[in-house]
């Protein structure tokens, strides 16, 4: 369940950051404070819709593959994914309070959202790892215990061995050999 939590909260945190950016790009695009709540439908949408639509997407797709070329392919998986966000994009401004008027208002931020999501990938695993981290601070606080650096290292003491071959570069047995030398 907290892997479940954390990944919610940050991709919530990036989806709000990407709507506040669409509303600024995008000249028929208004998010404002809506973008809240967008982000929490768009955060649904990418852990639940998104798999689905481009599952059946994919499958729909695979029946005709052998009568495209190579670049041919590429073309219908580029425009099969666009077709997820602009699913998407439908979707966030239909169930929440952005509004979109306008051809471009529907065309591009689906294209914008892709490009955040491509960046989301990139930093999706050190965003995780400092939202587990608050979560724990979060959830020690609540029960009453205190998690530390000193008490996480003595629960692992393959840690605190790490940091030791960090410090010196040499292994347990390697600094064992080294002793034994001298």
């Known amino acids: ?5 954390i990944r919610f909260a940050a991709l ?4 709000v950051a990407v709507l506040l950016l669409i509303g600024l790009l995008s000249a028929g695009v208004s998010v404002g404070f809506h973008a809240l709540w967008a982000a929490v ?7 639940f819709v998104k798999p689905l639509l ?5 499958t729909a797709a695979a029946k005709s593959a052998s009568d495209r070329t190579k670049a041919g392919e590429k073309v219908v998986q580029y425009v099969l994914v666009y ?3 602009l699913i998407i994009w439908a979707a966030v401004v239909w169930l929440s309070g952005v509004r979109a008027s306008g051809f471009w208002s529907y065309a591009l931020p689906p294209l914008f959202l892709l490009f955040g999501w491509m ?3 990139r930093v999706d695993d050190k965003l995780r790892a400092k939202a587990g981290e608050l979560y724990d601070a979060v959830q020690g606080r609540v029960s009453g215990r205190k998690t530390t650096a000193a008490s996480a290292s003595s629960a692992a003491p393959a840690t605190a061995e790490a940091r030791q071959e960090l410090q010196d570069g ?3 047995e390697q600094r064992r050999m080294l002793d034994e030398l001298g």
Do not use: C, H, Q, S
Not at 12 to 15: A, D, H, S
Not at 41 to 47: E, I, N
């Open 54 to 58: 481009t599952g059946a997407f994919r």
């Open 41 to 47: 439908v768009l955060t649904l949408a990418a852990l």
């Open 83 to 85: 077709l997820v966000e």
């Open 12 to 15: 919530y945190v990036f989806n």
């Open 170 to 172: 040499l292994t347990p």
């Open 119 to 121: 960046i989301y990938d």
């Open 1 to 5: 369940m907290k892997n479940g939590i």
